[in-house]
């Protein structure tokens, strides 16, 4: 079942209050006393309404066992994910399983990850149908209001938690030095909010690891910061897009577009991949390649078949099908390819992460920044010219007449030849 954004925004904080409730019921009975477990001030964990919402966006088509193992394997990794980066921002540890066997750095563990696929299941099979339920008992007008006040509160016990984390709490004082009276009530909010987060953050989790927090100066993007980040990603969209055209050279005998994007060889599908397996892997990049395969194969499965859902809800295209390959799950992934995403992984940080890293570490600071706010309004603008190409080329096969100038423009600049060419592979769905 496919849910509107006023349904998925709904289950979000559904989810993310219940977890809220789990968790601050099962820190209850072990420390004898009530404790608030929500990092925000409102009652929400913000982890368990992320992950339901992306198993239902990823996973609203499989059902049984592979429903099952799906849920495994995006819970874990976005608890996974979570663990990260609480410790990057927080530098702090906020639960650890090293205890239990089968687990990895103490962030997941085999035990709990049969906990959460039950759970996952429970919520795509059977949860997310009461609650849209319950949803839909609503005036269509007081249920769209709830929503935004939520995400109105939501917000504004974030941006507190932002100042907090990043130090620059400071500037609620400044706001309230304003003359608006809007500033003095928000900085008055946001400077009770900060508090509360504060004391929670060290009442609640009574085994806080605080890890070490190192800096560095005078080179650019060293480490895994932003801009290391961002360059991998226009370092990899490249690559990843040479690699798939040159695939296709020698499997198929043609030469054949796989770019993501209308301008530029990108392949933006590979680009997200290795930005998000180097923040999320840089601490193992020097474990072993059977420790790196394996991590590569499971996550690069689930996250080209994410976006194979999410770019079919979105465009109403599918841009791959692997339906004629053996072993595929609804022809959005296979175990092959699936293997080769753990061979990537491998390769990436064996072979071409330190070259690359190393590149880019070269560059001077201020041309590095420069060039790297450039890299990215280009690809703003590149994304948002082949998302409306894309659109006025579905319009187009549906014989949708233009009405509005950019309708035009498209047509002119982007016709069926055109496009066909950019997406070969593209083929339009209800």
């Known amino acids: 079942m496919r849910y509107t954004g006023y349904e998925l925004l709904w289950l979000f904080f559904a989810y993310s209050f219940l977890g809220w409730v789990l968790e601050t019921a099962a820190a209850a009975v072990r420390q004898k006393k009530f404790v608030n477990r929500g990092v925000i001030n409102g009652p929400f964990c913000i982890i368990y309404g992320i992950t339901p919402v992306l198993m239902s966006v990823g996973l609203y088509e499989v059902t049984g066992l592979w429903l099952f193992l799906g849920s495994i394997i995006y819970s874990v990794s976005f608890e996974w994910i979570a663990g990260h980066l609480i410790e990057k921002y927080y530098h702090e540890r906020w639960w650890d399983y090293s205890k239990f066997r089968f687990h990895l750095d103490g962030y997941i563990c085999a035990p709990m990850a049969l906990v959460w696929g039950v759970l996952g299941y429970a919520c795509v099979k059977w949860g997310n149908l009461f609650l849209v339920k319950i949803y839909g008992l609503v005036p269509e007008v007081l249920r769209n209001l709830l929503i935004w006040v939520l995400l109105i509160g939501l917000f504004i016990d974030a941006l507190a938690s932002y100042m907090l984390i990043t130090g620059k709490s400071g500037q609620l004082d400044r706001w309230a030095a304003a003359d608006s009276q809007f500033a003095n009530v928000a900085a008055r909010l946001g400077k009770w909010i900060s508090g509360q987060v504060e004391r929670r953050i060290h009442n609640a989790y009574q085994a806080l690891e605080q890890l070490e927090w190192e800096e560095a100066f005078g080179t650019f993007a060293q480490g895994c910061g932003f801009y290391k980040v961002v360059l991998l990603f226009f370092a990899g969209a490249f690559l990843g897009d040479l690699a798939e055209t040159v695939f296709c050279r020698i499997t198929a005998g043609v030469w054949m577009s796989r770019s993501s994007v209308?301008?530029?060889?990108?392949?933006?599908?590979?680009?997200?991949?290795?930005?998000?397996?180097?923040?999320?892997?840089?601490?193992?990049?020097?474990?072993?390649?059977?420790?790196?395969?394996?991590?590569?194969?499971?996550?690069?499965?689930?996250?080209?078949?994410?976006?194979?859902?999410?770019?079919?809800?979105?465009?109403?295209?599918?841009?791959?099908?692997?339906s004629g390959i053996p072993f595929n799950l609804g022809g959005r992934i296979n175990l092959l390819y699936c293997f080769f995403w753990g061979i990537a992984a491998v390769v990436w940080f064996k072979c071409c992460y330190p070259f690359i890293s190393d590149q880019i570490e070269k560059l001077p600071v201020l041309f590095g920044k420069l060039f790297t706010w450039a890299l990215i309004i280009f690809m703003c603008c590149n994304i948002a010219v082949s998302c409306l190409a894309l659109l006025r080329y579905g319009q187009r096969q549906e014989g949708v007449q233009v009405t509005q100038s950019w309708q035009v423009w498209m047509d002119e600049h982007f016709d069926d030849a055109r496009m066909e060419r950019i997406y070969p592979n593209a083929i339009m769905v209800e």
């Open 262 to 322: 209308v301008w530029g060889p990108f392949s933006i599908v590979w680009g997200l991949a290795i930005a998000l397996v180097t923040a999320m892997l840089y601490k193992y990049r020097n474990r072993s390649d059977r420790f790196l395969f394996f991590i590569g194969t499971f996550l690069g499965g689930a996250y080209e078949y994410f976006c194979s859902v999410f770019t079919e809800m979105m465009f109403g295209t599918v841009f791959w099908d692997y």
